[in-house]
Every structure is written in C-alpha cells, then in structure tokens.
C-alpha cells in the first residue's frame, strides 16, 4: 500500500467519511474544504497518523499547508517516513 493510499485510509477512517476517500485524489482540497476535518478533527489525525504510521508530528510543523490537500499531507507523511 503505497503512503497515500494509507493517508486516504486513515482520512476516511477519522474523519467517518464512509469510504468517500476513494474518489479523493492528490489535488484534493481537504482543510477547509471538507466540513468533517475541523480543529478537533486534525488532533484526532495527527493521533493517527503517528499511532498507525510510526510517526511523530512535530508542533512546528503543524500548519495549513501540510493539511491543504491530500498531495502536501501525503508528501509530509513520505518524508517523515523517510
């Protein structure tokens, strides 16, 4: 399963989107754009992410842009992945 694969799973797993990730693809606004991920919902995957993946976020570099769409948070999880 290649990282954004597991980004879209986890996505969809949090956020109780029903499996509408599979039609998300990396050009796909998420912050603002999707009513499900709010404040709270982005602690709740940023848990996720780090439980499920290996990863640790760190504070710093918890901003918009590594939420804006599945591309830049899939790129950020590649990279933390190392």
Known sequence: ???????LQILDDVLSLGGRSASFNRSTA???????????AVVS????LEEQLGIA???D????STFATV???????SAKLG
């Open 61 to 64: 570099d918890i901003d918009g």
């Open 57 to 59: 976020v760190d504070d």
């Open 30 to 40: 998420l912050l603002g754009a999707i009513p499900e991920l709010d404040s709270m």
């Open 1 to 7: 399963m290649s990282t954004e694969q597991q980004v």
């Open 45 to 48: 995957l940023i848990t996720a």
């Open 71 to 77: 591309g830049s948070l899939s790129d950020y999880v």
